[in-house]
């Protein structure tokens, strides 16, 4: 199987920053697509950003304080977070769809994996 455990959350002042990581870990043949979701109390889960290959997606609300990247080794994922606002609050979640080789063609098949989630506190 396929585990995914973030850190980096925690506590911090409106304005600060913060940069979450996810590393993935497990039966992994191929990783294209991560990203990071949030979900604050009372509300529904939410794309904050993906990486895709190169290609990255911001979801509104971003408005350029958020950036996305992968490490080198492409199992991991990164959230750097600045100007913190209190409305960021929220626990913020790393997903992977990953692809695993089922037979001796070489198939892939794709899941979805989530972590535990990170929570973010922002106070004002």
């Known amino acids: 199987q396929v585990q995914l455990v973030e850190s980096g959350g925690g506590l911090v002042q409106s304005g600060g920053s913060l940069r979450l990581s996810c590393a993935a870990s497990?039966?992994?043949?191929?990783?294209?697509?991560m990203g990071w979701y949030r979900q604050a109390p009372g509300k529904e889960r939410e794309l904050v950003a993906r990486i895709s290959n190169d290609n990255t997606e911001y979801a509104d609300f971003v408005k350029g304080r958020f950036t996305i990247s992968r490490g080198s080794a492409k199992n991991t994922v990164y959230l750097q977070i600045a100007s913190l606002k209190p409305e960021d609050t929220a626990v913020y979640y790393c997903h992977a769809k990953v692809e695993t080789i089922v037979n001796v063609e070489g198939a892939l098949i794709a899941r979805d994996y989530w972590g535990k989630g990170t929570p973010v506190t922002v106070s004002s």
């Open positions: 497990g039966r992994i043949d191929r990783i294209n697509d």
